[in-house]
């Protein structure tokens, strides 16, 4: 949601200030912040297992189900029997890891792959259709504010079908639609007077 409003906040910036030098510096400069933000960052629990730091990582899973509202159903003893059996399962495995893991087995190189046509895919038409705000018919900061907004009703809506069908078909059920509305915000791409112009606006909208 964060990156809504910022992407959202982006056209009256761009508005206001007509100079990219002027948009970078406001765009960049208040994040220098974020230097500082890692103290508060906690290290990841799996990565602390493989190092053999066993308490840091059962301190940091506390704290998180202590945050989620599970920890009355995270007993001491089971935390302490899942880390266990995680060590224990670590110690069996080769800990000589990398990218070239991921292809070891067959099942996992299939669903390696997938993700990574899916993410690519993803980012590709997610980046194409924000930069191409510009060449939608009507005002290109109109344009762009709600190529934003609209991830605020997609993002609950995404959540919501998640819990409900799982991760598999939501993504799969949003990439067709994804597909199908590019289809036609391509077609209607070719026609940019009329009718066709606010189809394509349409469309490009909900590809998006």
Request: hydrophobic share 50%; with cysteine; glycine share 6%.
């Amino acid at each position: 949601m964060i990156w809504v409003i910022g992407m959202a906040s982006l056209p009256l910036i761009a508005w206001l200030s007509r100079d990219w030098f002027l948009i970078g510096l406001i765009t960049t400069v208040p994040w220098m912040w974020s230097f500082g933000y890692f103290k508060w960052i906690p290290e990841s629990p799996r990565w602390l297992l493989s190092m053999g730091r066993v308490e840091e990582a059962a301190t940091i899973i506390k704290r998180i189900a202590k945050k989620n509202g599970t920890a009355d159903a995270l007993s001491d003893r089971q935390l302490d029997s899942m880390l266990k059996r995680l060590v224990i399962k670590q110690d069996q495995s080769d800990r000589r890891v990398g990218v070239w893991t991921l292809f070891t087995r067959p099942r996992l190189a299939r669903n390696t792959s997938l993700l990574t046509v899916s993410w690519v895919m993803n980012s590709v038409i997610y980046y194409a259709i924000t930069l191409n705000a510009s060449n939608l018919s009507g005002n290109q900061f109109v344009n762009f504010f709600i190529l934003a907004m609209i991830e605020l009703p997609a993002g609950y809506l995404g959540s919501v079908l998640v819990d409900r069908a799982g991760r598999r078909w939501t993504q799969v059920a949003f990439f067709i639609l994804c597909t199908v509305t590019s289809f036609i915000a391509g077609v209607a791409a070719a026609y940019p007077t009329g009718a066709w112009s606010i189809v394509s606006v349409i469309t490009a909208v909900i590809s998006k």
